[in-house]
Nanobody, 128 residues
Framework: QVQLVESGGGLVQPGGSLRLSCAASGFTLDYYAIGWFRQVPGKEREGVSCISSSDDRRYYADSVKGRFTISRDNAKNTVYLQMNSLKPEDTAVYYC?????????????????????WGQGTQVTVSS
């Protein structure tokens, strides 16, 4: 059974850090691009970051560049999102998603429809 499970969310003060994990079961992450998305109630889901499968190219939303870092550990079948210098506007439910697509660019990495499998999400709250 194909499954993605996010973990690592929680409550953190502004300026703090969290590391989210996206663990896969039922398939090997090596061959998939992995994206992180987030959603706030009443708003559309937005792309946060993506790491491609073929060359580990990384993409980031402008709002998180320089603060967030995506990485993968194929031995653990897990992708991470290191989030530093967190801001209250980063508060959202964070989802990871996997895609078999191999062609990625700055114009398509954040399109939800390009991803085939989704996790259930983990809540991140940035508040003092």
């Amino acid at each position: 059974q194909v499954q993605l499970v996010e973990s690592g969310g929680g409550l953190v003060q502004p300026g703090g850090s969290l590391r989210l994990s996206c663990a896969a079961s039922g398939f090997t992450l090596d061959y998939y691009a992995i994206g992180w998305f987030r959603q706030v109630p009443g708003k559309e889901r937005e792309g946060v970051s993506c790491i491609s499968s073929s060359d580990d190219r990384r993409y980031y939303a402008d709002s998180v560049k320089g603060r967030f870092t995506i990485s993968r550990d194929n031995a653990k079948n897990t992708v991470y999102l290191q989030m530093n210098s967190l801001k209250p506007e980063d508060t959202a439910v964070y989802y990871c998603a996997a895609s078999r697509n191999v062609y990625w660019s700055p114009s398509n990495w954040d399109r939800s429809a390009r991803y085939h499998y989704w996790g259930q999400g983990t809540q991140v709250t940035v508040s003092s």
